[in-house]
Every structure is written in C-alpha cells, then in structure tokens.
C-alpha cells in the first residue's frame, strides 16, 4: 500500500489513511471518504518520534533517526491496512522536509515500507495549518499577515 497505489474510484467511498510525519510526531488518521461529504475520522495513532532530534549538526537525519522512522512508518502502514485502508496518503512537513539528506530519507522508507512520502511545501503546510485553525475555532480566526 502506499500513495497511489488503489485503484477504487473515491466517489464509492473508501477508507484512508492519511500519514502526517511532523517535526515532533507521526499521526495516522483513518477516515472514510466519501465525495462531496466530509472525511469522516475512525481511527487515530499518534507516535512520538521526534524527528527534528535526529539531525545532526549538518542537518542530516542520523542513521538512527531514519532507523527509527522507517519503523513508525511500517508500523502504521500495517495499522492502516488492518484498518481496512485501500490506500496511504503520505506527507512529511518540516523536519524532514528541510533536512539535507531528505531524498535519501525518503528513498529508503519507500524502499523498505511502500510508503511514498511526499515532502509537503512550507507554504502549504502553513496554509493547511490556518485552515485546520479556522475550522476548528470558527471564523474568528484571521490571518494578520
């Protein structure tokens, strides 16, 4: 399973998973989506990794760090897929993203779980962040920017 791989058409509803590999944690969200409705959540794993304690002072991430990460993704791959998840929507933000060796990183979860970790821009997550806020505290939320 990874990014891509379904083939179910999403307007019959599927169940998801969609893969957040932050700076301090990595979340597996498990919705059912249908389209024209809102993602309904089933299932949520949360994985303290801190990742953006595993760059070295070059700013790589160690090789115990991507240990680590190759690991947590594995292991809510197999969440998802036990969930009964046709696919894995994957993203990592910061951390990984600004790392130097961030291609390598990823090169090697896919090579070693399946999982396409697309590196989200900075200019997205800071967009999905505000909206995710606004969503939750209402429209009295605004952007002073």
Known sequence: ???GASSTPYSAGVRLGVLDVGS???HLLVVDAH???HPTPTASEKTVLR????LDASGCVTDAGAD???GVVDRANTAAS???C???LAFATSALRDAVNSEAVVARVRT???VVLHLLPGDDEARYTFLAARRWYGCSVHWHG
């Open 112 to 114: 070693e779980t399946g």
């Open 86 to 88: 046709s696919d894995v």
């Open 35 to 37: 389209v024209g409705a």
């Open 51 to 54: 990742l953006s304690e595993h």
């Open 24 to 26: 301090n944690t990595v």
């Open 1 to 3: 399973m990874g990014f």
């Open 68 to 70: 680590e990460l190759v």
């Open 82 to 84: 036990v969930a009964g």
